[in-house]
């Protein structure tokens, strides 16, 4: 028996549904034994999918015969009473950049009566269909065909190619257009008076994808603004320290505990008059500054 990708998505789907349906459910009890709720019981109707569900109330028998055969649909299907919007797809501009691929997570975060955020969680893209529809959708062409090739005939290690190589651009091209469409994505959304959920595109919207940072520093502001020190200026005498090294000693003063009266103060190290405190600074001579690295 061959399982599709598809077929499993709808199993889980079912599985899941089967279990939030009946929470009152016992996995020790048999399936007959255990309560079976009611429609009367549900705010909605379930939709069929390939498993029955205990608020179907059927036999065993009923069951075999019942889903014996079902249809898939390639559509989303609510319980009746259920509506769906369509607010942005595949491509969609998106803050600075654009909305992504699969959507493996939705989260709505309400701000205010009938508006707030929606975060969507791009986990992973499709390898195949997502090749064979990047240009029609996102109206660029990317070297899939050539790259494909050149890996059919011989293995390729990417990491070893010099960095100025023309086939290592072309690989780098074809996975940063797949980090882009990873990764999170917020976007503004209102009810409009006709009751569809809309848009807003508001300058809180925005992707943070698999590159975000590496190359624009986008969310890395304060390492552009000011450079990362590794020194450490002691409070009580002014001295200039290597911060690791600083932070080193910490950490084995923090292993010897509180009670240090009994213990031998390390070389290096002397104790601090003002509050019975410890002054990390080395002994001897210490240049006063140290430059970062």
């Known amino acids: 028996m061959t399982l599709k990708r598809r077929d499993f998505l709808l199993f889980l789907s079912a599985s899941a549904l089967t279990i939030a349906c009946n929470p009152q459910r016992q996995t020790s009890q048999a399936p007959i034994s255990s309560p079976k709720p009611t429609d009367s019981q549900l705010s909605f109707k379930p939709v069929k999918g390939p498993m029955p569900l205990s608020v179907d109330n059927l036999t065993p028998e009923e069951q075999i015969s019942e889903y014996v055969n079902y249809t898939v649909v390639d559509e989303l299907l609510l319980p009746e009473g259920f509506t769906y919007d369509v607010v942005a797809v595949w491509g969609d501009p998106v803050g600075n950049s654009r909305c992504g691929y699969n959507n493996d997570f939705l989260s709505f975060i309400e701000t205010g009566d009938n508006e707030g955020y929606l975060a969507i969680n791009f986990e992973y893209i499709s390898a195949l269909p997502w090749i064979q529809s990047y240009q029609k959708v996102i109206g660029e ?142 002994g001897g001579e210490i240049p006063s500054a140290k430059p970062s690295r």
């Open 141 to 282: 062409s990317l070297p899939f065909e050539e790259v494909q090739q050149a890996l059919s005939k011989e293995g390729i290690n990417a990491f070893n190619l010099p960095d100025d190589d023309q086939f290592k651009a072309k690989i780098e091209q074809i996975s940063q257009a797949a980090l882009t469409d990873q990764g999170i994505g917020v976007i503004s959304l209102k009810r409009n008076s006709e009751g569809k959920w809309e848009r807003t595109n508001s300058p809180a919207d925005r992707r943070i994808y698999g590159i975000s940072g590496l190359k624009d520093g986008r969310y890395l502001p304060k390492f552009r603004a000011k450079p990362l020190t590794r020194t450490h200026q002691c409070p009580y005498c002014q001295t200039v320290l290597d911060r690791d090294h600083n932070a080193a000693i910490n950490i084995l003063n923090k292993g010897w505990g509180d009670d240090r009266a009994h213990l031998k103060v390390p070389q290096g190290m002397r104790k601090h008059t003002l509050e019975e405190s410890w002054c990390l600074c080395q």
